[in-house]
């Protein structure tokens, strides 16, 4: 990092703490993505072996509730928080830790990010 980023933060009252926490967790995700680039075929044998009976092949969602994954409104998140809520489930959305890996997540958004 720049040492010149730290002072260009704070030129921003307010907003410094919370841009500084973007830029940590795109330093983060990065850093991720140099060591593994998200492997959307993969992704794509994930999805259909653990996701494709409730959110469809298209990520049109096939059981009530579910929300739409294709391109729109669901995917208007950044990977770190889709990870979190596919990791940990939410009502009838099963929990995903410790049955995928963080990268298998990874790989299952990249290909998400793909579906329309
Ligand atoms: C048993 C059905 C089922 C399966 C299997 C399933 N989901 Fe879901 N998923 C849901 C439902 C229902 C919701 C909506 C939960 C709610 O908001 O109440 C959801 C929500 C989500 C959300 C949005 C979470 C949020 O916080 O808004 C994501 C992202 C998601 N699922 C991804 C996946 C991925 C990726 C897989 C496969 C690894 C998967 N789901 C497997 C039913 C399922």
């Known amino acids: 990092m720049k040492p010149d980023m730290k002072g260009r933060a704070s030129t921003m009252p307010g907003a410094g703490r919370l841009a500084g926490a973007a830029v940590i967790g795109y330093v ?8 593994h680039a998200a492997d ?5 044998q994930l999805y259909t ?3 494709v009976t ?6 049109k969602s ?3 509730g579910a929300p739409n994954l294709g391109l729109g409104d669901g995917m208007m998140r950044p990977d770190f928080t889709l990870l979190n809520a596919i990791r940990s489930g939410k009502n009838a959305m099963p929990a995903f830790r410790g049955i995928l890996s963080d990268r298998d997540i990874m790989d299952v958004i990249a290909y998400m990010r793909t579906l329309h």
């Not at 959307?40 to 794509?44: L, M």
């Not at 409730?54 to 990520?59: I, K, L, R, S, V």
């Open 49 to 51: 072996t653990n996701c």
């Open 54 to 59: 409730c959110h469809g092949a298209t990520g």
């Open 28 to 35: 983060l995700l990065t850093a991720g993505g140099a060591l």
């Open 62 to 64: 096939v059981i009530p």
């Open 40 to 44: 959307t075929f993969k992704g794509r």
